[in-house]
C-alpha cells in the first residue's frame, strides 16, 4: 500500500495511470460508448470528417473510426496481456532451467535466447507470416519469440546469484527439494524485477501489434486494430488525415501511459531509491 | 545406542591435479543427548564432514568407504537421496555460520517459519502458532509481532536464534551446528551458547558441534574430536582432551589459544608450517611436518590408540610422552 502511495506522490505515474485506465475503459465499455458498428461498411458515408454523429469521422468505407478505435483497443491489450504473460511464464521457466540446472543445458539455452535475440523483429514477423498467414495469433507468437530470451536471461542471472546463497543452501540442508527451492526461495527474488520489466514492455508490444497489422501481417481485415486504421488512413493522409490521426494517436497514448506508469513502477519499487 | 556412528570414512575430491583425500579414516560418536564438538583449523575438513553426513558433497565429491549410522540403523552413504532428502530437516538439522544469509531476505519471518513445516501436516493456524512457541522458546521478544516482519529488521544475534528456532522446529535427533557463533560478537556468543545447550536438553537431541574457538567447545560440549587434515587425531571426553592432551597437535592447539596465555606477549603464539597438500598425504602422521616431536616412527602408518577409556589418539608417542604431556 506504501507503493500506491508513492506512485500516486509521482506526477508522471498519475498521468500514466489515468491515460492506462483511459485505455482500459474504453476498450471494455466499446459497446456502451458508440452504437456503431466497427465492421459495417456504410458506403454512403465514406471519407466523413469528424461531427457529433461521428466523433472521428468515417473512413474509405464508411466505418464509425471511433468504434474502431475503441474495438481496436480491446485487440491491442488483448495482445499485449496474453504473450506478455505467456512470454512471462516460458521465459521464468526457461531462466529457472537454465541458472539452476546443468551447465550443458545452461550454455545451450543461452545459445538459443542469443540466436532468437539475433533476428530483426519484422524479419521474424515476416518469415513467421509466410508460413502461417496472417492472423493474431501469430502477432502473438512473435511476441513472445522476442520477449522471451530477455526475460529468461534475467531470470538465469537472478537465480545463479540466489542458488549460492547461504538460504538456499540453509533450505537444502532442511530437505527442501530442488522444486521446492525454486518456488519458495528463488522465485519470489526473481518476480518483482521481472513483473517491472515486463510492465514497461507493454507499449513495445503494442506498438509491434500496431506494426505488423499496419504491415498487413496481424489481425485480418475487417477487424479493427490500431495498426490497420493508420494503414488505411496511410493512403490518402493529404486529403483525410482524420484516419491516420484515429489510428495513431490512441497508439501514442497508450505506449506513452505505459512507460510513465512503467517508469514510476520500476522507481517506486526499486529497492535502492526506497526512502528517499 | 548412538544418535550418529561414525567408522571408517574416507572421502576423495576428484580435482585437476588428481583425487584428493579429503577425509582419512574418519569415526566417531555422537551419543544420543550429548553435545559433540568438533575442532580443528580452517581447511580440516570440517566442511567435508558436514556435507558428507547431510548428503550434500559437491559434483565432485565421494564417499569412497565407510559408513555413516544414524539411530543405529540407517546407513546414511547407502540411503537415495530422497531417502535423505526426508531425514534433512525432519530429523538431522542444520544451523550455518552466517545468521544473515541464512534467512530469504525477500520473505517475512513468519512466512519462512510456517513454509519450513509444510511436510507436518498441520493446519496453517497450527503452524503459526508452533512459529511463535520456537520464537518465545529462543527469546525474540513480542514473538507474535516478530512473525510479519522481515529477516533485515532483526539483528544478526536475533537472525541466528530464528535459525536455531527453525532447525529445531521439528524436534530433530540431530542437529548439526556449523560455526553458529563465529560471526556473532562475544556477548552474543556466551547468550547463543547458553540458549542452545537450553534447548538441547528441552528437546533431548544430540548436538554436533563445529567450532575453532576452543573456549566454546569446552563450554559447551561433553566430547570433543580434534581435527587435523581430514583425520581424526585425538577424540575423547573434554575432560580428557582439555586436561590431557595426548595428541602434539592437540598440545599446541592449546597452547596457541589466546584465552590460555598467562603472559602477555606482541606476538600470538602459531603453529609453523602448513596443512599438507590433500592430494599427495604423507604415508605416515599427517602432522609429522610441523611436529616438535617428531621421530623415525612417525613415518609409518598411525593407527588409532587408546589413551583411557574413550579417549583415543593417533601418535605413536602415547604412553611413553603422556606424562610430558600433563607437565606442558
Known sequence: MRSVRRLLREPLGVFGLALVLLVIFGAIFADLLTSWDPTRINPRDRFLGPSTDHLLGTDQLGRDLFARVLHGGRIALYVALV????????GIVLGLIAGYG???????L?????????????????????????????VIVVVILVNVPGYARIVRTQTIAIKTSEFVTAAQSMGASTTRILRVHIMPNVIGPLVILASMDIPVVIAIEAGMSFLGLGVRPPTPSWGSILNDGFGQIRETPWIAIAGGLPIIITTLGFTFLGETLRDVFDPRLKGR | MSTLSISGLNVYFSTEDGPLH??????????????????GESGCGKSTLINAILGLLADNGDIRSGEIVFEGMRDLTKLSARGMQDLRGLRISTVFQDPMGALNPVLSVGRQMTNIQYRSGQSHSEKVARAIEMLKLVRIPDAENALARYPHQFSGGMKQRIAIAMALMMEPALLIADEPTTALDATLEVTTIELLKDLQEKIGCSVLFISHHLGVIAELCDDVVVMYAGEVVERGTVRDVFQRPSHPYTRRLLECDPARQTQRTRVLPTIPGEIPDLRARPAGCVFAARCLDRHDGCDQHQPERSVSGGHAVRCNLVGSRQTQGEQA
Open chain 1, 110 to 138: 543461452i545459445l538459443l535466447f542469443d540466436a532468437m535475440k539475433s533476428f530483426p523483429t519484422v524479419m521474424l514477423a515476416l518469415a513467421l507470416v509466410t508460413i502461417t498467414g496472417p492472423s493474431l495469433t501469430a
Open chain 2, 22 to 39: 579429503a577425509l582419512k579414516d574418519v569415526g566417531f560418536d555422537v551419543p544420543e543427548r550429548r553435545i559433540v564438538g568438533i575442532v
Open chain 1, 83 to 90: 504473450s506478455t504473460a505467456i512470454s512471462l511464464a516460458i
Open chain 1, 102 to 108: 546443468p551447465r550443458w543445458l545452461d550454455n545451450l
